[in-house]
């Protein structure tokens, strides 16, 4: 576990106003996975369409991020250690993202000038 500074991270991209980009859906399965989940849990938790789902599995499954479980003819999806590793390093690029957007702010709002 990453810690209490990564609990709030996926609110990055909760601005309905903005649309998720790819990488963001990405870490979101992952993370939806991590404990091996079915495809129809992915696709609710995710937000996401049938064709979009079907999408994103199969490019996380070529880049060996999620694996496939079969077992009594249901396959579940989980994230692979190198799975893991993207969204820990997916989740400190949020978090130093965040940092200097409010730098940024910080520094708007007092005389620097740029």
Known sequence: MLGKNYENWMDWGNN??????RL????????VAKEGVLKTQIM???NLSFAQLNDY??????????????????TT???TKKGSKFLENY?????????????CVQKRGSSASW
């Open 16 to 21: 309905p106003r903005k649309r998720r980009d």
């Open 24 to 31: 963001y859906i990405m870490a979101e399965i992952l993370d």
């Open 44 to 46: 609710y938790r995710a």
């Open 57 to 74: 599995l199969s490019l996380l499954v070529e880049l060996k991020l999620l694996e496939t479980i079969t077992n009594d003819k249901k």
């Open 77 to 79: 999806y989980k994230t």
């Open 91 to 103: 989740k400190e690029i949020v978090l130093l993202l965040k940092k200097n957007d409010e730098d």
